[in-house]
T-cell receptor, first 117, second 115 residues
Framework: EAGVTQSPTHLIKTRGQQVTLRCSPI?????VYWYQQALGLGLQFLLW???????NRGNFPPRFSGRQFPNYSSELNVNALELEDSALYLC????????????????FGPGTRLTVL | AQSVTQLDSHVSVSEGTPVLLRCNYS??????LFWYVQHPNKGLQLLLK??????LVKGINGFEAEFKKSETSFHLTKPSAHMSDAAEYFC?????????????FGTGTRLQVTL
């Protein structure tokens, strides 16, 4: 069974540019989560999508946004990139949400490393 | 509100000796707690989880953790370290409120295993 896949694996952008990161969940998983892993800040929750809708959002500015497609894949968009956006962006997926989605095991992809110069 | 503190940013043990990675949590609700492991250039993998059942939780690769409410701790242990255990370990808390909410990750503990 294929795991969570993310593309691209690495990305270099300059300040002010926009970037789109992509995630494909495990087959049968309807929930997709995005996390930012920045140096010195640990892993921080960004966004949670389930059944095409945004269910929860972490403490990030509106220039971080995303969407989930009918096939449950997801995109994370970051506008007006800043130097501090340099990080590893991890996507995870889990089985259908219900009321206790965060107690379903989340399976993580390998991440996309974004460098902003 | 919830938070999690991993007391050691770096732990070094010899192969074959016990492993102890410490985690303390704070939560307004009765929490669910998880340990994840991240090997270099790989995604996170769930080691084990506590969701208000047995307080001693056994996970994969010989790891286990004990939920101690009185100490607000969820330390991860393994009797005998293996070289392949070298990785970063994250303690994670989620409020067990019956409604979905976000996970809060600790800052991680890097485990080094030496010969």
């Amino acid at each position: 069974e294929a795991g969570v896949t993310q593309s691209p694996t690495h990305l270099i952008k300059t300040r002010g540019q926009q970037v789109t990161l992509r995630c494909s969940p495990i087959s049968g998983h309807t929930s997709v989560y995005w996390y930012q892993q920045a140096l010195g800040l640990g892993l921080q929750f960004l966004l949670w999508y389930d059944e095409g809708e945004e269910r929860n959002r972490g403490n990030f500015p509106p220039r971080f946004s995303g969407r989930q497609f009918p096939n449950y894949s997801s995109e994370l968009n970051v506008n007006a990139l800043e130097l501090e956006d340099s990080a590893l962006y991890l996507c995870a997926s889990s089985l259908p949400a219900g009321g206790l989605a965060f107690h379903n095991e989340q399976f993580f992809g390998p991440g996309t490393r974004l460098t902003v110069l | 509100a919830q938070s999690v503190t991993q007391l050691d940013s770096h732990v070094s043990v010899s192969e074959g000796t016990p492993v102890l990675l410490r985690c303390n949590y704070s939560s307004s609700y009765s929490p669910s707690l998880f340990w994840y492991v991240q090997h270099p250039n790989k995604g996170l993998q769930l080691l084990l989880k506590y969701t208000s059942a047995a307080t001693l939780v056994k996970g994969i690769n010989g790891f286990e953790a004990e939920f101690k409410k009185s100490e607000t701790s969820f330390h991860l242990t393994k009797p005998s370290a293996h070289m392949s255990d070298a990785a970063e370990y994250f303690c994670v808390v989620s409020p067990n409120t019956g409604t979905a909410s976000k996970l809060t990750f600790g800052t991680g503990t890097r485990l080094q295993v030496t010969l």
